[in-house]
């Protein structure tokens, strides 16, 4: 079983591709012309402080015990807890990497419509350019952004997901303000930005642990713990990125880091327990960029 621990070790802490929550790291300080396109390959990780709080509960060598099992006695009700808090603070704000694809319209002058898959959900965005498009200038664009994911554990931690009957699915909607400047010298591009964030998010989630029982009944039949129905929260969040991007002709590559604070409130876990959830998370993201704007840039 000491095999399982390990997997699991490696399972949360390198291979995480689940939910990502949608955080505009990367925003630019330019929208798509009028007419144009423009799209790319967004990836990268995150590191919230909640969920590594719960990882250092110790909880990585009780999760063996819900692994491969028909059914789990859970007696002892702190191992409970701590995987099932695991899996609460994983599901509003995961350990990991992620990476989605993402397509942007000049729809009219100064706005852009957008589009992003997340593999586990989708993004809508209109940015709206408050400033001309001029070279070495200012540039200055506010953004709304909303999205819509389902969340699934990968692989070895998907069978503790199941075990619980954790379910979880959220909605974002989110303010950008991206400030900063571009310039051009042959058929380079350099621009630099930083992005201030608000988000509002709301989450759905439940608990329905059809294998997990903590007690035997008088005929010797195993009674399961009491499901618990959807349950909804919703919670602020509030922090601001630095980004950069380097163009050669219409292909561009680019990097951002930002940090993100958030109270996600208080959730409701099996056996009339609950844990409560806060704290800051550190983004890092890297993006291939397609710009197919000619000569008007």
């Not at 079983?1 to 925003?27: D, E, H, I, N, W």
């Not at 389902?150 to 070895?156: G, I, K, N, Q, T």
């Not at 051009?184 to 608990?207: C, D, L, N, P």
Request: aromatic residues 14%; glycine residues 12%; neutral net charge.
């Amino acid at each position: 079983m000491r095999k399982y621990v390990m997997l699991g070790s490696l399972g949360l802490l390198l291979s995480l591709f689940g939910c990502a929550t949608p955080r505009q790291t990367m925003s630019s300080p330019q929208v798509t012309p009028q007419g144009k396109f423009s799209g790319g390959y967004e990836f990268g990780w995150q590191a919230p402080t909640a969920v590594i709080g719960e990882l250092s509960r110790n909880v990585i060598n009780r999760v063996d015990d819900y692994i491969d099992e028909d059914s789990v006695n859970t007696d002892d009700t702190l191992a409970l807890k701590q995987v099932s808090a695991m899996l609460a603070a994983q599901g509003v704000d995961p350990l990991g990497t992620s990476s989605g694809v993402y397509f942007a319209y000049g729809l009219i002058d100064h706005l852009e419509v957008g589009y992003q898959y997340l593999f586990t959900g989708h993004s809508l965005w209109l940015r709206y350019q408050l400033t001309d498009r001029k070279p070495s200038t200012w540039q200055a664009v506010v953004g709304l952004h909303g999205s819509m994911q389902s969340y699934d554990l990968p692989s070895y931690m998907e069978k503790v997901q199941k075990a619980f009957g954790y379910e979880l699915d959220r909605k974002d909607l989110i303010v950008p303000i991206t400030i900063g400047r571009y310039a051009r010298w042959k058929i380079m591009t350099f621009e630099w930005g930083a992005v201030a964030q608000v988000q509002y998010s709301q989450i759905h989630y439940g608990f329905n642990p059809t294998r997990l029982y903590n007690m035997v009944n008088e005929n010797g039949g195993r009674v399961v713990l009491e499901q618990i129905p959807e349950q909804t929260n919703s919670f602020w969040s509030f922090g601001g990125s630095g980004n950069g991007r380097i163009g050669i002709g219409p292909v561009f590559l680019g990097a951002g880091l930002g940090y993100y604070y958030q109270d996600y409130g208080d959730y409701k876990l099996p056996m009339g327990q609950s844990v409560h959830l806060s704290g800051g998370t550190v983004v890092y993201r890297m993006a291939i960029e397609m710009r197919f704007w000619g000569a008007e840039r």
